[in-house]
């Protein structure tokens, strides 16, 4: 996603900017500790696909995760961000991220600043041949279903390892 495009426009914490002027402080704990959420979303020419379902799926594993998202008009920002990255008519990829933010505490604290983030970029979906010839399943079998398995959540590196695994013994 993005492929370090310098005219790409992200949303970062209420903010319309570049790609290349983003960033988070280190100290977040999406990165420290993989504590955050995402979706990603296709974009089928402007249009968001099943945008509502997401949000609530979202939002609630964010309530379970005690991470108080700030009420936006996402439908108005996500518009947005697609113009100002010119993929309204394009099949495009919009993924939201959303962390705890920088906070210092053990746990699952409660926070009601979270780093909320969108982007969006060009989307090649597979081709109808790849849909019809299908693809190949390898079961992991070292692997477990991990208790956030429900979520969609940052710590992802389970996921990461089992496809790996996949390709290894492809």
Not at 34 to 48: M, S
Not at 49 to 73: G, Q, V
Not at 84 to 112: F, H, Y
Not at 122 to 150: C, I, R
Request: hydrophobic residues 40%.
């Amino acid at each position: 996603l993005m492929n370090n495009k310098d005219n790409t426009t992200v949303w970062l914490n209420g903010e319309f900017s570049l790609l290349s002027n983003a960033g988070i402080s280190p100290l977040d704990r999406g990165i420290q500790r993989g504590d955050g959420l995402f979706e990603t979303i296709r974009v089928q020419k402007g249009n968001v696909l099943f945008l509502d379902d997401h949000l609530k799926r979202l939002i609630r594993s964010a309530r379970i995760l005690r991470i108080n998202i700030p009420s936006y008009d996402w439908k108005s920002i996500i518009d947005e961000l697609i113009e100002q990255n010119a993929l309204a008519g394009s099949v495009a990829m919009l993924k939201i991220l959303i962390t705890r933010g920088v906070i210092d505490e053990p746990g699952l604290p409660e926070v009601n600043l979270p780093t909320v983030i969108i982007i969006c970029d060009k989307y090649s979906p597979p081709s109808q041949n790849q849909y019809e010839a299908g693809w190949k399943l390898h079961t992991f079998k070292t692997g477990y279903s991990p208790p956030l398995a429900m979520h969609k959540s940052l710590h992802y590196q389970f996921y990461m390892f089992a496809r790996q695994d996949a390709l290894d013994n492809n």
